[in-house]
């Protein structure tokens, strides 16, 4: 267990205020668990390329300028060294291609963001029992 509270998350979201609403949403759970954060889909791949320990989970936003969530997940999950790392895409879409899309790219699950912050702080909540209290993650490389 303790192994888990040292992988950091890696939350990928071009919006600073959504990336603060996600992050006081994890406080607010005692995830004591590492966030790093990415404003963007080069950015992401940039900090996985260095990061240590690799993050345990990563959201993804699809929405954003530049290299967006669809392409930042193909590249994460053609990559050896990143693809066991599970990718919740966490996005205002609810759009059944993106969905489906996602899902055939490698994504782990699929989120569409509640629109109000105690939506998003029960969402959270959710995500962070699953993902770390329920499911066994793979250990780093």
């Known amino acids: 267990m303790q192994q ?3 992988q950091p998350i890696l939350i990928v979201e071009d919006s600073e205020d959504d990336f603060e609403a996600t992050t006081r949403a994890f406080k607010r759970t005692n995830l004591r668990n590492p966030i790093r954060w990415a404003a963007s889909g080069q950015e992401a791949l940039d900090v996985l390329a260095t990061m240590t320990p690799k993050p345990g989970l990563i959201l993804l936003d699809l929405n954003m300028p530049g290299l967006d969530g669809r392409k930042t997940l193909e ?3 053609s990559n050896v060294h990143w693809r066991k790392i ?3 895409i966490l996005t205002t879409s609810d759009d059944e291609r993106d969905i ?3 899902y055939a790219l490698g994504a782990n699950t699929y989120v569409q ?3 109000d912050l105690d939506g998003l702080f029960a ?3 959710r995500l962070k029992e699953y993902w770390f209290e ?3 993650l793979p250990l780093e490389d």
Do not use: H, L, N
């Open 4 to 6: 888990r509270d040292m």
């Open 75 to 77: 590249a994460i999950k």
């Open 86 to 88: 599970p990718v919740v």
């Open 100 to 102: 489906e899309g996602c």
């Open 113 to 115: 963001k509640p629109v």
């Open 123 to 125: 969402a959270i909540q």
């Open 134 to 136: 329920i499911a066994i």
